[in-house]
């Protein structure tokens, strides 16, 4: 829990999981180098508009970073079409394209279009190695589309509860489509993912707060942005913290577009806000550390018994340990250290959002963080980097 005065401290839709079948077409007439230009294409757009997360590709297995980097890739043009797009009407049609498109892709038929292309070559690279059985479930990457759309127009939060169900149906759920590449399908790891997927979701609406307000010129995906583009597209000034958080601190959005920082309850809100992010980071520190302990059998991970969190045997038929799990998916864990790198510069400028201090301090941070570490040292040095708040 953070101290202002001291430190800081759906309904389930219907599992639809889509691979490679005997009876369809193959990505086979995709040429190696349009594989190889799709790839780069994705590579070079992590780098350019959310370079944090290229830095950690490689503490993902070698078998699984195309389909990371054609994951992040999807979530970057899905989370800017509100701030490339002229109107939501727009923004719907961009979205629509989005949805047909990865229906394609997996469905061995991709458009030519490059994060399509990787897609549906990571789709068919995870189908052959498990045999057919790990597949992507299509539900996931719906659920990603439809709740952009649903916050295109940036209506507001009506609730912190509503925020962390967005952050839960975003952040997280890509989360849970990159542990599926692994392949893995795991309640620990999946409770894990939601708790970090939820901070991250959280911290980026805090992130794209100012932007939002004082919206300007239409602008350009921010290259420094790690959190996925909450900007939106409405050129209009738009307050976008929780109404239940904002009545408390008493918040007037008028007083927030008129005056900024100087917003009387602002930075109270903001603390509250910020201080739910980070106990979603606690949580899944404890977590990690009582899974090491050999303390955690079971989990009161509350969307366990939704239709997508589908837990198999291995390939194998063996059994992996919480523990073993946990080792293996670290990697998907890691956004987790840009989120409190930010958090924690938040905390340092005493929770002023509009902070000139709060661009650009991820990058490097995460460069630090990770300098001369190789992928299974990182993994420790990450942990040890989160309980550091």
Not at 65 to 93: E, H, K, Q, W
Not at 163 to 181: D, K, P, R, W
Not at 303 to 321: A, F, I, M, Q, W
Not at 356 to 378: D, F, N, Y
């Amino acid at each position: 829990m953070y101290s202002r005065s001291n430190t800081l401290g759906r309904a389930a839709w219907k599992q639809k999981t889509y691979g490679p079948r005997r009876n369809r077409r193959s990505i086979s007439n995709l040429s190696a180098e349009e594989i190889t230009r799709s790839r780069l294409y994705c590579l070079n757009l992590l780098r350019s508009q959310d370079t944090p997360s290229s830095l950690l590709l490689p503490y993902l297995p070698a078998s699984s970073r195309d389909a990371y980097l054609a994951l992040r890739a999807f979530n970057i043009d899905v989370a800017r079409t509100a701030d490339t797009t002229s109107t939501p009407t727009i923004g719907t049609m961009r979205l629509q394209f989005h949805r047909e498109a990865v229906t394609k892709a997996l469905a061995g038929q991709p458009p030519k279009q490059p994060v399509s292309i990787l897609l549906a070559k990571a789709a068919e690279d995870l189908a052959k190695k498990t045999d057919g059985r790990g597949k992507w479930s299509k539900s996931w990457f719906m659920r990603v589309v439809d709740t952009r759309e649903k916050y295109l127009s940036n209506p507001p939060y009506t609730s912190m509860a509503a925020l962390e169900s967005y952050a839960e149906n975003t952040y997280s759920t890509l989360l849970y489509l990159t542990l599926q590449s692994l392949p893995m399908a795991s309640l620990t790891a999946d409770h894990v993912a939601s708790h970090i997927g939820k901070a991250t979701g959280i911290a980026a609406v805090l992130r794209g707060f100012p932007l939002l307000a004082f919206p300007g010129p239409p602008p350009k995906h921010n290259n420094q942005n790690q959190f996925g583009g909450d900007v939106g597209g409405s050129r209009r000034g738009a307050v976008t913290l929780p109404l239940d958080i904002m009545a408390e601190a008493g918040v007037r959005e008028e007083d927030v577009l008129r005056n900024g920082s100087n917003a009387e309850g602002l930075r109270d809100a903001v603390f509250a806000v910020a201080t739910r992010a980070n106990d979603h980071l606690i949580t899944a520190r404890q977590l990690l550390q009582q899974v090491r302990a050999g303390e955690v059998e079971d989990h009161e991970f509350e969307h366990r018994d939704e239709e997508e969190h589908v837990y198999l045997p291995t390939k194998s038929g063996r059994s992996e340990t919480q523990a073993q799990e946990l080792e293996r998916a670290f990697g998907v864990f890691m956004p987790a250290i840009a989120t409190q790198l930010w958090l924690d510069r938040l905390e340092k400028e005493d929770f002023d959002v509009f902070s000139p201090k709060l661009r650009g301090a991820i990058i490097e941070g995460v460069r630090t963080a990770i300098a001369g570490s190789s992928p299974s040292s990182a993994h420790k040095e990450a942990l040890e980097l989160s309980s550091a708040g």
